[in-house]
């Protein structure tokens, strides 16, 4: 045990990913006669930790390009969503001590997968898939063997002299061979 040290570094101690898709309902101020367009814009968001899960709370906006009045005006309606994640955290190891790191990745930025109108005419059914991913940064031991002073790894390779009458021979045995083919 005498040759064995412990080094205390940050690591990533714990990871967690979370993919959501959710239905949101949305009042514009006239009844759409057609969608035109639809997209989702200005996603922030923040986290903190809880106990074995990563809380994240943010908001994006969805906005709807609509046709109304009979297809004879158009019209952009825009509303901010907010949303609440709870992601699982699973552990390598046991939980760290001290303090820890939270690093939220999106790895699918809120987007719109359908928007329609519902079938009372009044208001847009929008449908949002987005995925996050958290990694939690702490406090971990590693544990390396230490070698002596003196010790000195072990290379394999040939003693070649420094004359190139060696290389110039290999060099012409290689063209010799080469072109007899």
Known sequence: MKNVRQIVTKAVVAKGKKRDEVCNTLRPPNNPSSILGCWVINHTHQARKNGKFVE????????????????????????????????????????????????????????????????NGEQFKVTVERELHADIVGETTVCIEVQPLDYEEEWSYKDESSSSSSSTSSFEEFTDSSSSS
Do not use: M
């Not at 109304?68 to 901010?80: A, M, P, W």
């Open 56 to 119: 994240v709370t943010g908001k994006y906006d969805i906005n709807v390009w609509y046709a109304h009045h009979e297809h004879s005006k158009t019209s952009v309606f825009s509303e901010s969503i907010p949303y609440k994640e709870r992601i699982k955290l699973y552990y390598r190891d046991e939980e760290s001590l001290g303090a820890e790191e939270i690093h939220i990745r999106v790895i699918q930025q809120p987007n719109c997968t359908e928007a329609i109108i519902t079938p």
